[in-house]
């Protein structure tokens, strides 16, 4: 026997409780794709397939996690040149910078000495910077 409107979630023995459906994937997004339309409402629609529109926001937001790009989406390019200039060279490392560190804080800063810092200067400066 098949139950229309109101009679759809009643058994044989009269039992008002729903059964638990099962949606193809084909019919999630179908019926997501309704909400999309120009104008929709996802209640009404939610309504119109006898669902709870928070399944179908739900439904919604799994489309949208793994939804493609769209084709409409301009694709632009850099434009690069090939020369036969050669690679810039790197120079070595300066005298002054061999044997220096960085030390960067929680928040963020970053404080760059060379091997003759000062201990007592860099001590202040670290601790200014820790209080703000």
């Given at each position: ?13 009269g039992d008002t409780r729903r059964r638990r459906r099962v949606w193809s994937v084909d ?30 926001f739900t439904w919604r937001r799994a489309v949208e996690a793994v939804a493609l ?64």
């Open positions: 026997m098949l139950l229309l409107g109101k009679e759809a979630g009643r058994t044989a023995t019919d999630k997004r179908r019926i997501v794709a309704e909400t999309l339309a120009p104008g929709a409402s996802v209640s009404v629609v939610a309504r119109r397939h006898d669902l709870n529109a928070n399944m179908l790009p769209v084709a409409d989406d301009k694709v632009t390019f850099v434009p690069a040149t090939i020369t036969a200039a050669p690679a810039p060279t790197i120079s070595p490392p300066s005298p002054e910078t061999v044997g220096g560190m960085e030390i960067v804080l929680a928040s963020g800063d970053r404080i760059i000495v060379g091997i003759d810092v000062d201990a007592a200067a860099l001590s202040r400066v670290v601790k200014v910077l820790l209080r703000r």
